[in-house]
């Protein structure tokens, strides 16, 4: 959470971290803040998002070589003007930006007001910068020295950028447990949280490790030691320049951009996976380690959110058609446990970003056990990529949304290719069944297309809804996931309460809270389970509920027990929860919408949870 964009060089740096700001806002959309070298440091920041401030300094001074800025997600302190970042020291020296959590603030802050230091802020962050200048001050050190030893005695999480306006020349910047990435090109460096903001200015860049530091110089040139004060020689890596079409084009928000961006994002997914002319699924991550995926004694998925939700589909898959034993677990949770982890275990850690701090955390746990681990991530170069054994991208492009579309279908995608290789690496599925179904996988873009075309009836069905206040989703087996999915979707853009139940564990608790204001998402659409699904409905109206089903076409469902039949396109029942997963995208951004919510930026949300 939060977004850190940096310049030091020749150029003027404020349009440059205006731009990265913009990118980089879904990370924290609760205020913005800018400060900027020229001489004198200037310093404006303000509640709200970047555009915003962008007007609040739109008559102010900008030009400056050197420029820091930060997009905020409120961890201390409430979203205001005075605890946006950039936060500076007492004398005014120095300024700094933080992404992260200093969990012994409050000892530190006493500490500083017994030396005379007062705060401006509730923030943390100010608490660090205050602390530095305490040290500085207090030993006459240079700032990188003064930055080192400060952070020798911080307890938490952290990627900052620091700079002191009496050595105008540099800029300090540290990290640990929070991406910071240096992007180098001649005579100049861009700072950034993550690498697509400045992959457009160079393709050159270092991933900072934790309990790295640097003083980055305006002629380009760095120095890069850790906090026992070592020289660190880094290894700069090449990324591709980031094009992404960041226009809205003919859509009202990222996410139903995003939402109809699936055909092609799911294509980009499996086709380089999928040989067509040989009927097979190449994943050079399991090929190349085909004992390790053939001997496995199980595999542990674990991930949060939407992405705990595909590892649960990912679950029924496997199981069924690799014969492995999987688990799968929140991130949040599995570190705080004393899970049992082989070495001839698989764990699989499922992101959007990368950067999830609780499944880096669950992730670096599988590693000290020595399992093999496998990241299955969209973007390039990031934390969790770097510290997997193998890495699969998703390849779906940069998703701006904060509720998640998609990057799950294509999770969802993977996953079925994953569980067919390993399948067929075993033996566990039969020849004529396997190459049944990998045609169906490339046939999945079209599906999901016409999928789409039930955009207009989830509007109706949401103008009939969006005034709820609570809402069911039910499935069976793989469609299970989906309905939790379907519920977290609503909870997190519209604000309705939503839950999601395995259909049959109806009757155990939640059938309670069905009456005539209770609209019920029943997704049905695996024909294995469609008579229990069936039961289900019937009682659900016997309750006067309001049934929404979801159903595979040429499947006979009983209408006169429904208020709302949305049928998808046929595929293979293993494919199915990918289609099925759509209407309910569309329904929750059509309810938000006529709810008056912010779709892209929904309150208290961020896209990347990089703190805990």
Not at 138 to 162: F, P, W
Not at 480 to 486: D, I, Q, T, Y
Request: aromatic fraction near 8%; charge should be negative; proline fraction near 4%.
């Amino acid at each position: 959470m939060c977004g850190i964009m940096g310049y030091i060089g020749r150029k003027d740096g404020y349009p440059i971290v205006i731009d990265g700001l913009k990118k980089l806002e879904y990370r924290g959309y609760d205020s913005a803040g800018v400060a900027i070298m020229n001489g004198t440091l200037s310093l404006y920041k303000k509640q709200g998002k970047v555009n915003q401030l962008e007007q609040y300094v739109h008559t102010q001074k900008t030009n400056g070589n050197i420029a820091l800025g930060h997009t905020r997600w409120a961890t201390h302190g409430i979203p205001n003007d005075a605890n946006a970042h950039p936060h500076r020291s007492q004398s005014g020296r120095i300024v700094m930006v933080h992404n992260g959590i200093i969990e012994n603030y409050a000892a530190l802050k006493s500490f500083l007001t017994t030396k005379g230091y007062s705060f401006q802020s509730d923030t943390d962050s100010e608490v660090l910068v205050q602390y530095i200048e305490w040290y500085q001050s207090t030993y006459q050190l240079k700032i990188g020295e003064a930055v080192r030893r400060a952070l020798g005695d911080i307890e938490g999480s952290y990627a900052i950028v620091v700079l002191d306006s009496m050595n105008p020349e540099s800029v300090i910047v540290a990290k640990q447990d929070n991406p910071l990435v240096l992007g180098l090109n001649e005579d100049e460096i861009y700072i950034a949280s993550d690498a697509n903001p400045i992959s457009t200015y160079t393709q050159e860049v270092i991933f900072l490790q934790d309990g790295e530091c640097a003083e980055l110089f305006d002629d380009g040139t760095y120095h890069i030691y850790d906090l026992e004060n070592e020289n660190v020689i880094p290894e700069i890596t090449t990324v591709k320049c980031c094009d992404e079409n960041y226009s809205l084009e003919e859509y009202d928000s990222y996410m139903l951009k995003e939402i109809f961006q699936q055909p092609q994002s799911v294509e980009a997914c499996i086709s380089p996976r999928v040989d067509v002319l040989q009927n097979e699924i190449l994943i050079p991550e399991i090929d190349n380690h085909k004992r390790i995926f053939s001997q496995a004694g199980k595999i542990i998925i674990v991930g949060c959110g939407t992405s705990w939700h595909a590892g649960l589909i990912g679950e029924y898959l496997i199981e069924s058609l690799a014969d492995i034993s999987v688990e799968v677990e929140y991130a949040s949770e599995f570190r705080y446990r004393s899970p049992i982890i082989r070495e001839n275990d698989i764990v699989i850690a499922i992101s959007q970003s990368g950067e999830t701090a609780d499944t880096l955390a669950a992730l670096k746990l599988a590693n000290e056990k020595g399992a093999f681990t496998y990241a299955l991530v969209n973007t390039e170069g990031s934390t969790i990529a770097r510290h997997s054994d193998v890495v699969s991208y998703l390849n779906v492009g940069v998703e701006i949304g904060v509720a998640s579309t998609k990057a799950f279908t294509a999770q969802v995608s993977l996953l079925t290719m994953i569980a067919l290789k390993i399948a067929r690496i075993k033996g566990t599925i039969k020849y004529n069944e396997y190459k049944s179904i990998v045609p169906q996988l490339s046939d999945l873009p079209g599906l999901i297309a016409q999928t789409l075309k039930s955009n207009d009836l989830m509007l109706e069905v949401a103008m009939s809804h969006f005034e709820k206040d609570h809402a069911l989703f039910l499935g069976r087996g793989p469609n299970f996931p989906v309905a939790l999915e379907g519920a977290l979707k609503l909870k997190e853009i519209s604000y309705i309460h939503a839950e999601g139940y395995p259909a049959a564990e109806m009757k155990h608790g939640p059938i309670a809270l069905i009456d005539e204001n209770m609209p019920v998402f029943v997704i049905a659409t695996n024909s294995s389970a469609l008579s229990k699904m069936i039961s289900n409905v019937q009682e659900i109206k016997s309750r006067k509920g309001q049934v929404i089903v979801f159903k595979e076409e040429g499947q006979e469902f009983p209408e006169e027990i429904t208020d709302h039949m949305v049928s998808i396109p046929k595929t293979h029942e293993l494919l199915s929860p990918i289609l099925a997963s759509i209407p309910l995208q569309l329904f929750a951004y059509h309810a938000a919408k006529l709810r008056g919510c912010n779709v892209d930026q929904p309150r208290n949300l961020a896209k990347s949870v990089t703190v805990e």
